[in-house]
């Protein structure tokens, strides 16, 4: 860890308009730490290869003043930290990559980034079964000792954080907020449980805000944290596939999730398998691969259990079924269109059997097949026979 007055230096650099993570590194290489960038004159700071303009920038900023809020927050709580590119807990993974992030904040257990990790990534609008495989692979992955990794958005990173935490395994946020905000805002309390059994990593200074052109950029940080990237849903545009190419370029495995040709989240995994992603069927599938880059045997069993993830899908669809029963009364209360979305956001694209739609929805088998007559003849879904049911749209 760095004094007081040697962190200021580096995150008021940080803070410099114009000195990105590249920029960054230019400067390290070139002077001995960020104290001697504000101690030198623009000639020598454009002997390192950097615009006028940011040597100007530089000069311009430089009242180490600027760090005083992430100092503040440093010093807040015990569970707070700061690391630079230069000290030894800065993660070796992530160091490796192109262009390490040269601060990470970091309020939870910071050791845990050392430690071996799995990203999960996907749709911030997945289907159930999408939702199901994120929560059952991140919770069979988390017993066996694997960090899960993933960035608190919507969709699959919530239930990757999840999974994670119902199975006491560790798990780590990456945002591309100041880590004193929670972005989305519903993840408030995903985020509380989070810190305590993991941590959550930004590389945004204190009071940064939620910016569209940040989160491409922590998308780096999740791959490059991470021995492996695991895609559960993705469409063919898309920041999952974003971050699974930056993995690749990272020389880190890449796992992708294959579902119904019907399915448009499930074209951008079926471009990653093409391009040379994994197949994954099983939680098994990811280890297998995985014992070639990291010594699974050393790993933390958080208990026996080893069951496939289509097995804990069970567990919790039989869960679900007594919150549904709880509150059929409720669904029943509601207007048609709610029933009938209500329905379609149980349904896959993949044949979905009526007796499974009878658990997840709580309905009767007669009021369901009666909407499901009402929906096939609106086109948005299709009979397969046999019970068994398609959405289309």
């Known amino acids: 860890m760095k004094t007081t007055e040697e962190l200021k230096a580096w995150i008021t650099l940080w803070r410099v308009p114009g000195v990105g993570s590249k920029t960054y590194q230019k400067l390290l290489t070139h002077f001995s730490d960020p104290s001697a960038v504000f101690g030198a004159n623009q000639t020598k700071l454009k002997s390192s290869e950097v615009s006028q303009k940011v040597a100007e ?17 440093l ?6 930290s700061i690391i630079t590119l230069h000290c030894n807990e800065y993660p070796a993974l992530l160091k490796r990559i192109d262009n390490p992030p040269p ?38 992955l988390g017993r066996t000792g694997l ?43 995903l985020a509380h449980e989070i810190v305590k059994n993991g941590a959550i990593v930004s590389e945004f200074p204190i009071g940064t805000q939620p910016k569209a052109e940040n989160f491409p950029r922590r998308n780096r940080i999740i791959s490059g944290l991470s021995y492996g990237t695991l895609v559960v849903e993705a469409a063919l545009q898309s920041g999952s596939l974003i971050t699974a190419r930056l993995a690749m370029e990272q020389n880190r495995e890449v796992f992708a ?12 995994c079926h471009q990653l398998i093409r ?5 994954v069927e099983t939680a098994e599938d990811i280890l297998e691969e995985m014992a070639n880059v990291i010594d699974l045997s050393t790993l933390e069993q958080n208990d026996g259990q080893q069951n496939y993830p289509h097995q804990n899908t069970l567990n919790s669809d039989q869960g679900a079924l007594s919150h ?18 209500n329905v379609l956001d149980k349904m896959g694209f993949d044949p979905t059997p009526i007796d ?35 959405r289309l749209k």
């Not at 010093?75 to 707070?80: G, I, K, P, R």
């Not at 509601?334 to 009938?340: K, L, T």
């Not at 009878?358 to 009979?383: C, F, H, K, R, W």
């Open 275 to 279: 391009q040379g992603a994994k197949l």
């Open 75 to 80: 010093q807040s709580a015990e569970n707070h």
């Open 147 to 189: 960090c899960i990794t993933s960035g608190l958005a919507l969709g699959i990173d919530g239930s990757a954080h999840k999974g994670a935490l119902q199975a006491n395994g560790p798990t780590i946020a990456v945002i591309a907020t100041g880590i004193d905000r929670v972005y989305p805002a519903s993840h408030r309390e």
């Open 324 to 341: 549904q029963q709880k509150n059929s009364e409720k669904n029943n209360s509601e207007d048609s269109n709610a029933e009938y979305q």
């Open 57 to 73: 920038s530089i000069q311009q900023h430089n009242d180490l003043g600027s760090a005083d809020h992430d100092i503040e927050w």
């Open 356 to 390: 499974q739609l009878v658990i997840d929805t709580g309905y009767s088998p007669e009021a369901l097949s009666a909407m499901l007559l009402m929906l096939e003849l609106q086109n948005q879904i299709s009979s397969n026979g046999g019970g068994t049911y398609t």
């Open 257 to 268: 999730i294959p579902s119904s040709i019907h399915n448009p989240l499930a074209k951008g």
């Open 103 to 140: 601060i990470l904040f970091i309020k939870g257990n910071h050791a845990l980034l050392k430690d071996p990790q799995l990203a999960i990534i996907g749709s911030r609008n997945p289907t159930k079964s999408g939702t199901d495989n994120a929560l059952s692979f991140a919770k069979h």
